[in-house]
């Protein structure tokens, strides 16, 4: 027993000479020979302040307010904080490549006087700026000539910087054209002369409420609200948004509205700039700029463009239960769950072949609309089958098929109208179905 305690104390002692010697082996690690020393000691963090003199001769200054970063001059709008982070970020680790000359006469050949982009910042609990200067580039333009304000060396940057620090007020400022909680939107409402296109929230899905009630497409509802919350101002023309008239805004061509709970957002779109694109504003805001004409096409499109394809909401592994109607047949499939297993059943309580029932709801599943149309043809009223499906436990749905000739109608019961479908596809589920028998 004595001969194990001592094991065990020996055992400790070891392993507490091994942490010793890993800690101050840590503490003493020789710095890196190829590392290149940074122009300034700071992090991006501290960054409270910056001002920014472009190649063109533009100003600009923005502050940190919060979390977030904000303009001030030569407007006072919100800043756009990706675009800022970038700068703040690499101006943290910002390296010199090399030093170029220690003490230079004359600036002029590096193009730092006067120099092309000036940077200032000012770090948290200082007073003062700090300032890097950025001159040309150098013959092989991998890199650009610079030096901090209080010192006279001539020191290398990375090229790529060029882009980074080189900011206008405009590159500066946040350019959303329209500000909304984009998780939050429960109803979208597009206005164009006397037309009017308006979706609802509905659970996790979205559904077409004017001009008719209908589902939407999921994803093409999803990508309005993207398009509208994501699209960047081409350009500001106005700050003050005086003269609406001018630009078409006194009376807008369209209108688009994201509603969440009882808060509304509006972006107006007037007249064709010149230039291309559209004038358009925030109802909320005073600022006029230009937007793409690609948003106005994607606004302006047809209902039926966002109406949902899939004739069927269920699939066959989420239908529970199936009917079709064809002439004066029936057949009632239901599913069971018994001893983890599951199986179909008809109406006399007899097994059908799963894979063969499966089958028919893929087939069912597969059709999509072709095209819409507002009336339902005469086909309908003598249909050719009636398809009940149950799924989801409680959701029922129910599509009469009608033909005229080589064409196949889709009628939901709880839409307007008709769809014209693949009549291979529709014959196809249709012999699926006699498979049943």
């Known amino acids: 027993m004595r001969g194990l305690t001592s094991t065990i104390v020996l055992l400790v002692v070891l392993g507490g000479l091994v942490g010793y010697i890993y800690f101050v082996d840590s503490r003493n690690e020789t710095p890196d020979p190829n590392a290149k020393p940074k122009a300034f000691e700071l992090t991006a963090e501290n960054i409270e302040e910056l001002q920014f003199k472009s190649p063109d001769g533009q100003t600009a200054r923005v502050q940190r307010v919060g979390d977030d970063w904000q303009l001030v001059e030569p407007v006072k709008t919100d800043a756009d904080d990706g675009v800022v982070g970038t700068v703040t970020s690499n101006l943290g680790t910002l ?11 004359d600036l002029a050949p590096y ?63 946040d350019k959303t054209i329209l500000r909304f909680e984009r998780d939050k939107a429960d109803a979208v409402e597009i206005l164009s002369g006397t037309n009017s ?16 009630q209908a ?23 106005s700050e003050s948004g005086d003269n609406l008239r001018m630009y078409g805004l006194d009376r807008p061509s369209m209108t688009a509205s994201v509603m969440t709970g ?38 302006g499109k047809n209902t039926s463009e966002f109406r949902r394809k899939d004739v069927f909401d269920s699939r066959a592994f989420s239908a529970n239960r199936f009917e079709i109607r064809r002439g004066s ?42 095209v819409f149309q507002s009336a339902a043809p005469p086909s309908l009223n003598m249909p050719v089958a009636v398809v009940t499906v149950r799924f989801d436990e409680s959701k029922t749905e129910t599509v009469t098929f009608g ?35």
């Open 215 to 237: 589902r939407a497409d999921y994803a093409a509802t999803e990508g309005l609200l993207t398009r509208l919350s994501s699209t960047h101002m081409l350009k500001v023309v």
């Open 403 to 437: 033909r005229s000739g080589n064409e196949v109608f889709a009628s939901r019961s709880d839409e307007p109208g008709a769809a014209k479908v693949d009549t291979t596809l529709f014959d196809e589920a249709m012999k699926a179905v006699d498979g049943l028998k």
């Open 197 to 212: 296109l308006q979706f609802a929230r509905n659970g996790t899905d979205w559904r077409i409420v004017k001009p008719a």
């Open 262 to 299: 009882s808060s509304r957002a509006t972006l107006l779109l007037g007249q064709k700039a010149a230039d291309g694109g559209f004038y358009a504003k925030d109802a909320a805001r005073p600022v006029i700029f230009t937007v793409e004409e690609a948003l106005a096409t994607d606004l």
């Open 329 to 370: 047949e029936t057949i009632t499939l239901d599913k069971r769950d018994a001893s983890g297993q599951t199986t179909w059943q008809n109406a006399a309580g007899q097994n059908v072949d799963t894979a063969k029932v499966e089958d028919v709801l893929t087939k069912l599943s597969n059709l999509r609309a072709d």
């Open 95 to 105: 390296e010199v490549q090399r030093v170029v000359e220690e003490s230079p006469t």
């Open 111 to 173: 193009g730092l006087n006067p120099p092309r982009i000036d940077v200032a910042f000012r770090l948290r609990d200082q007073k003062d700026f700090q300032r890097l200067l950025v001159g040309e580039k150098t013959p092989t333009g991998g890199d650009l000539y610079a030096k901090r304000a209080e010192e006279k060396r001539v020191i290398l940057i990375s090229s790529f910087l060029d882009s980074i620090f080189a900011k206008t007020p405009f590159e500066l400022r």
